[in-house]
């Protein structure tokens, strides 16, 4: 290592040496403040709707997903092998209640991603809360099989896990945003003084 940094300071090649200064570099004005203030604010609120939609898309179709699943337990109960675990322990109108309500907690994520409202947030808690009550109640009668059952383990924790994650997007959207408009302001506080 010694030997490469006397070699990379003997070196007479200027494309070898590091620069001292950047002739280039220069304040930026008023104007190109703004405009590169502005370009963030548009590359930020694009991003934004992008991911939300992403991630509404994918609630969407385990949305999809928990409404076949309800259909094959009206039609034929317990073929579904995750349902037949349960033949058991519980009614079936009891699993199909606990599908409308996966249904539910996963409508009340996208609703909180896309809404534009300050009370989005709130939705999400109302889809965290929802996936709370389904994760006890399925670990409650997982717990009571005689065998536990890891490849179900989604039933408990997949809608939790669903607005979990919506929770953290929103959290880390709104966090870019803030940092956006903390930028803004700054620029405005420098043109103050």
Aim: proline share 4%; charged share 20%; hydrophobic share 45%.
């Amino acid at each position: 290592m010694k030997k490469l940094v006397r070699k990379f300071r003997s070196s007479e090649d200027p494309n070898f040496s590091l620069p001292i200064h950047d002739e280039d570099s220069r304040p930026l004005d008023s104007q190109e403040q703004e405009e590169l203030v502005r370009s963030l604010e548009r590359s930020l609120a694009q991003q934004s709707r992008l991911w939300r939609r992403v991630f509404s898309a994918l609630f969407f179709c385990y949305i999809l997903f928990f409404l076949y699943s309800i259909f094959q337990q009206v039609s034929s109960p317990w073929e579904l092998r995750y349902h037949a675990y349960f033949m058991e322990e519980i009614y079936s109108w009891m699993v199909i209640s606990a599908d409308w309500l996966a249904v539910l907690a996963c409508s009340f994520a996208i609703i909180g991603l896309v809404h534009d409202s300050m009370l989005h947030k709130r939705w999400i808690r109302y889809s965290l809360y929802t996936g709370v009550i389904l994760a006890i109640f399925w670990l409650y009668y997982m717990l009571r099989l005689p065998k536990f059952r890891w490849d179900i383990i989604w039933l408990p924790f997949g809608p939790l896990g669903a607005a979990a994650i919506c929770l953290y997007v929103d959290h880390l959207l709104t966090e870019s945003s803030e940092e956006v408009r903390k930028l803004h302001g700054y620029m405005y506080a420098y043109k103050a003084s």
